[in-house]
C-alpha cells in the first residue's frame, strides 16, 4: 500500500490550509461536511492523526472516529428528521476511496430515498452552511 500523502485534501482541511463546513472536533477527530452529499446531511469523520484509511490507521485513532460516528449518526437521527442511517467506508481505490485520509461517511437516510450516486451534485454554501450549524448546535446540546 502507498504510504500517506500529507499533500492530500483532507490533510490540508485538517491544517486549517483549506475550508470546511465543520460539524463537530475534539483532540482526536474532526467531522465536517461532504460537500457533494448522497443525501442531505452527508458528514465525514476523520481521525486528526495521519492515516491511509482501515489499514494504517492505529486502533485508539479508530476507536476515536468511531465514538464521533456515532454521536454525529445520533444528532443526524434528529436534525434531518431521518428514518436510518447509512455508514460508509472505502480503502484504497479498488475499495472506492478517492481521498487517501481515512474517513468515515455518515449518511441520513430517508425511507424510500435513494443516495444520489458519489460526487454527482456539490451542494449550495448556504445550504451547507445551515446544515453544518444545525448538526454543530445538535452535537453541543
Ligand atoms: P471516498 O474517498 O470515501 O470515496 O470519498 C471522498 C468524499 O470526499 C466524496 O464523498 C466527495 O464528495 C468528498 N469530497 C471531495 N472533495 C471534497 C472537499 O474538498 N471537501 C469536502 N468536504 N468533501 C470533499
Do not use: W
Request: hydrophobic residues 45%.
Amino acid at each position: 500500500m502507498p504510504s500517506y500523502d500529507p499533500q492530500n485534501i483532507f490533510a490540508k482541511i485538517l491544517r486549517g490550509e483549506l475550508p470546511c463546513y465543520k460539524v463537530y472536533e475534539d483532540d482526536k477527530a474532526l467531522a465536517f461536511l461532504d460537500i457533494m452529499p448522497r443525501a442531505p446531511g452527508h458528514t465525514l469523520v476523520l481521525p486528526k492523526a495521519p492515516a491511509r484509511n482501515l489499514l494504517d490507521v492505529k486502533p485508539d485513532d479508530l476507536a476515536a472516529v468511531a465514538q464521533v460516528a456515532q454521536k454525529v449518526a445520533s444528532a443526524a437521527m434528529k436534525v434531518f428528521s431521518a428514518d436510518g442511517i447509512t455508514l460508509q467506508q472505502f480503502n484504497e481505490g479498488a475499495g472506492g476511496q478517492v481521498v487517501f485520509h481515512l474517513h468515515f461517511h455518515v449518511i441520513p437516510r430517508k425511507a424510500g430515498v435513494p443516495m444520489k450516486p458519489p460526487a454527482s451534485e456539490k451542494e449550495k454554501p448556504e445550504v451547507l452552511s445551515d446544515h453544518a450549524l444545525k448538526l454543530a448546535a445538535a452535537l453541543k446540546g
